[in-house]
């Protein structure tokens, strides 16, 4: 890739300076005269801006890591990657590899990678995230300024960074931050390709969405159509030879999408764990499924999630999504401007050659963008507002070169003297009504933005013309500096904990809350993604400081007791097991245990929640014979707490959202046969989604299992709770979805 990221500096593209129709005999100027700097020599401002741009970006996405909540579902597979290579190739949650979670494996490879050579830990797992985040910014810059210049380059790396669900996710452990880069990257070397119609660059261009795919499935392709049309359109080389390279690009872009697949295709089905997230165990239902159209178009179980509407946590799906109560203040800043752009952008192009570079670039972004922003605002299936992230490269880039191109016509052209001050105003009229539907919170930053963009356009005017072209660029400078004031205040709330709401892995969002669009909202959404909040903030930090590690304890440093992935909300409502999730703790009670790194484990009984105390859980281990699994429960976000707090592989025998079929009665048998699996909890608001399966295997086990009674393993049970335990151990009658909670031990003998 280093031809899309050569951080040397390049000259603007040749479409804004002038070319001299013969050789002019060179004048030498004056022993007293400076000298004016040679063009292709970058500003003396370029470098030491762009670096003092990444070090804002990496403050803003390390600083008081440990304190947040990580997505314990992702974390619980890491750590199970580094006990198991296998568990690291297939992306399994435990390390006996029962289950993958719902998404292909390549985020948890570069997280269990450096967790395998570093340690497992929350700075550990989140280095090679902060440093992609931080590539993706060198990246875009880069490919910006080749096209428009330093100055463009420095506002789209600026307004890149100060993204407020950039900022958010890019501290969180979620797939989001790798897939951005990937797509980034594809799209940088693709303009390379256009613009030296060389083979290679866009060859790494399709193994860069390729990757992408394998990082988020169908969201990688989302940019794809914009970046294969640009080159097919603006390349150099003649039509028959674009056609035969975009032909050779879709093979490696096949290559590069679908080798996991067809490598867990070729084994066994009884050798692999269950591909979470399918109907059928496979990995090619999963992407023609749950993380294929069924995001967009919604459906039920496996489906993509969300019975339609968006799944409840961004509003209701339509074209004006991006600028209701839940996602405005997260991604919506800048798109009235980049709109703008955009379109004044490509007037000014005009008719430019094919070839030309700038406007290539205008539609490579453009489109991401546009393609992007009608995905998310129109998609039925599960939306979480920190998909957004993706849009803001389009954004950036728009803002960045657009703006500059605004600039030059506003100076050069009465005709275009009132388009730049007009999209300023917009800009600063939409920050404006961003900043007070956050009712009492920095309620003098929305005065101070209007009075600075009046200020600054008002210098734009006065400074246009005459040999005024430093007050000229400081107005420019208070111009960009009112438009990022917003989303700077949303994106530093995240780190400094000053939000409404404490930052969490389950719904990873920047700023105070201000809708009720779905669960979302507030630096973590007091709830977000169906996930039990509880695992961020001030308190996590303190749980952390309680009995973490010196990193900070178990990745977030927090009680791994929160639902984290997309499925974990595709049930809306209630989470596996009835719990609902805007429950302050983990579903089942708030029991904790102690774990890898000290950290507590949020949990509690309930078949939901999955729970366990310190003194069951070493009662577990004490008694686990040799077992490869430690215990089996419901659901995946019950299998990772107890993952994280034991060590230990757990089995989340139906997923998510209880509506996988990795777990049949004939399964159970023949583990429990075996010997690889003694204990399986029951409980707590009933188990997976209610299946034929389901019931066979809740119904056996009450049947054939012997109940363990709480005066088994904790010193301060009561007599009322042993004959609670033995009753509902007796009764094969007993309703699943009961609050009681119960861990039954099964034996060879048990299996007739």
């Keep these: 890739m280093t031809s899309a990221t050569d951080p040397l500096p390049h000259p603007p593209a040749s479409t804004d300076r002038p070319r001299p129709t013969a050789t002019p005999t060179p004048t030498p100027a004056p022993p007293s005269t400076p000298t004016a700097p040679p063009p292709d020599k970058a500003p003396r401002w370029s470098l030491p801006a762009f670096l003092a741009i990444l070090v804002l970006a990496a403050v803003l996405y390390g600083w008081n890591l440990s304190g947040s909540g990580l997505n314990s579902f992702y974390s619980a597979a890491v750590l199970s990657g580094t006990q198991s290579w296998k568990a690291w190739f297939f992306g399994s949650l435990d390390a006996g590899n029962f289950l993958t979670v719902d998404k292909p494996p390549f985020a948890l490879m570069v997280m269990g990678l450096s967790c395998r050579v570093f340690g497992f830990g929350t700075w550990q797992m989140m280095l090679p995230l902060i440093l992609t985040a931080l590539g993706t910014i060198w990246i875009l810059h880069s490919s910006v300024k080749r096209v428009w210049g330093h100055g463009a380059a420095a506002v789209a790396a600026l307004v890149l960074a100060l993204t407020p669900i950039t900022v958010a996710i890019n501290r969180d452990n979620n797939p989001d931050t790798l897939l951005v880069f990937l797509m980034v990257g594809g799209a940088a070397l693709a303009l390379r390709a256009v613009h030296n119609g060389r083979l290679l660059p866009l060859l790494g261009s399709a193994a860069c969405f390729g990757l992408a795919f394998n990082t988020k499935m169908l969201q990688g392709y989302i940019a794809l159509p914009a970046v294969f049309a640009v ?54 239902n999963l992407i023609t499924g749950y993380n294929g159209l069924g995001r967009v178009l919604g459906g039920e179980g496996n489906g993509g999630g969300g019975g339609g509407g968006g799944g409840g946590f961004s509003g209701t799906a339509g074209i004006g999504r991006m600028f209701n109560d839940t996602l405005g203040g997260q991604i919506s800043w800048l798109i009235p401007f980049a709109a703008v752009a955009l379109v004044g952008g490509l007037v000014l192009c005009g008719r430019a050659p094919r070839t030309d570079l700038t406007r290539a670039a205008l539609v490579m972004w453009g489109g991401w963008t546009a393609l992007h922003y009608l995905t998310f605002a129109m998609a039925e299936g599960t939306m979480h507002p920190y998909y957004t992230t993706a849009l803001a490269p389009g954004i950036a880039a728009l803002c960045g070169g657009g703006g500059l191109m605004l600039l030059r016509a506003f100076r050069a052209d009465r005709r275009w003297v009132w388009v730049l001050p007009l999209a300023l105003a917009v800009t600063a009229g939409w920050a404006i009504v961003l900043l007070r539907r956050a009712s009492g919170w920095n309620p003098w930053l929305w005065p101070a933005v209007g009075v ?101 304890g178990r990745p977030g440093g927090t009680p791994p007791g929160a639902a984290t992935d997309d499925a974990a909300t595709d049930d809306a409502a209630t989470a596996p097991g009835g719990t609902a999730p805007e429950s302050g703790t983990a579903p089942g009670g708030t029991a904790t245990g102690g774990g890898p790194g000290g950290a507590a484990m949020g949990g509690g009984g309930g078949m939901g929640g999955g729970g366990a105390s310190t003194e069951l859980l070493s009662y577990l281990k004490k008694n686990q014979d040799g077992a490869k699994w430690l215990l ?103 309703s699943t979805s009961t609050s009681e909670s119960t861990v039954y031990r099964l034996d060879a003998s048990d299996v007739t």
């Excluded at 072209?469 to 949303?490: D, Q, T």
């Excluded at 003694?678 to 049947?703: D, N």
């Design 452 to 552: 600075a963009m009046a200020l600054a356009i008002t210098g734009l005017f006065v400074f246009r013309s005459g040999n005024r072209a430093r007050l000229l660029a400081a107005s420019v400078a208070a111009a960009v500096v009112a438009s990022v004031a917003g989303p700077a205040a949303y994106a530093w709330s995240v780190p400094s904990g000053s939000a409404a709401s404490a930052m969490s892995g389950t719904n990873p969002t920047a700023g105070p809350t201000t809708g009720s669009g779905g669960f979302g909202g507030g630096a973590g959404g007091g709830g977000g993604r169906g996930g039990f909040p509880g695992t961020g903030g001030e308190q996590a930090g303190q749980d952390a400081q309680a009995g973490g590690q010196a990193d900070g």
């Design 231 to 284: 080159y097919l359109y603006a390349a150099k080389p003649r039509l028959v030879k674009r056609l035969v390279n975009l032909a050779a690009a879709a093979v490696v872009l096949a290559v590069s999408s679908f080798w996991w697949a067809a490598a867990v295709s070729l084994v066994p089905a009884d050798e692999r764990p269950y591909i979470g997230g399918s109907t059928d165990g496979t990995a090619w």
């Design 632 to 734: 089996a429960v419901s659901s995946s976000q019950s299998a990772a707490q107890l993952i994280l707090s034991s060590g230990e592989p757990v089995i989340s025998m139906w997923g998510w959202s209880g509506s996988d079929n990795a777990m049949t009665l004939a399964r159970l048998k023949e583990l429990v046969k075996s010997g690889e699996l003694h204990y399986i909890q029951l409980g707590g608001g009933g188990m997976g989604g209610g299946s034929t399966a389901t019931s066979e295997v809740t119904e056996w086990v009450q049947k054939n299992g012997t109940a363990v009674k709480e005066s088994d393993y904790s010193t301060s049970s009561s007599t009322t709770s042993d004959s609670t335990s033995t009753s509902t151990s007796t009764s094969a009658s007993t």
